[in-house]
């Protein structure tokens, strides 16, 4: 069972851009779920979680104030709402869930792993 990220695209510095993540197979009601970001040449980051509870967001400091978090319990159960999209925000963005208490923003910590969607922001 995977997620899949969907929403991504090529915008200018200064855009917008809504990401999805879809489940397939199963319900991630009770798990805690987050964004996370890879960029050619270096290692998948943090970008933003949510608990199970849809509350208590947490964000990567470089995306504080511009990025939104969240999540409902329908067929699409996370998004994440970006503005003022920089070219250092191009990146393949990844959805992911984790059961483990805390709140840890570790990528090793979460699975359920599919293929990610594509940012591209242009200055």
């Known amino acids: 069972v995977q997620l899949q990220a969907c929403g991504g695209g090529s915008v200018q510095a200064g855009g917008s851009l809504r990401l999805s993540c879809a489940g397939s197979g199963r319900s991630f009601i009770g798990h805690h779920m987050g964004w996370f970001r890879q960029a050619p040449g270096k290692e998948r980051e943090f970008v933003a979680r949510?608990?199970?509870?849809?509350?208590?967001?947490r964000y990567a400091d470089s995306v504080k104030g511009r990025f939104t978090i969240s999540r409902s319990n329908m067929k699409n159960p996370l998004y994440l709402q970006m503005n003022d999209l920089k070219p250092g925000d191009t990146a393949i963005y990844y959805c992911?869930?984790?059961?483990?208490?805390?709140?840890?923003?570790?990528?090793?910590?979460?699975?359920?792993w599919g293929q990610g969607t594509q940012v591209t922001v242009s200055s």
């Open positions: 949510i608990n199970r509870n849809g509350v208590a967001p």
């Open positions: 992911a869930a984790t059961t483990m208490v805390g709140t840890t923003t570790d990528p090793h910590d979460f699975s359920s």
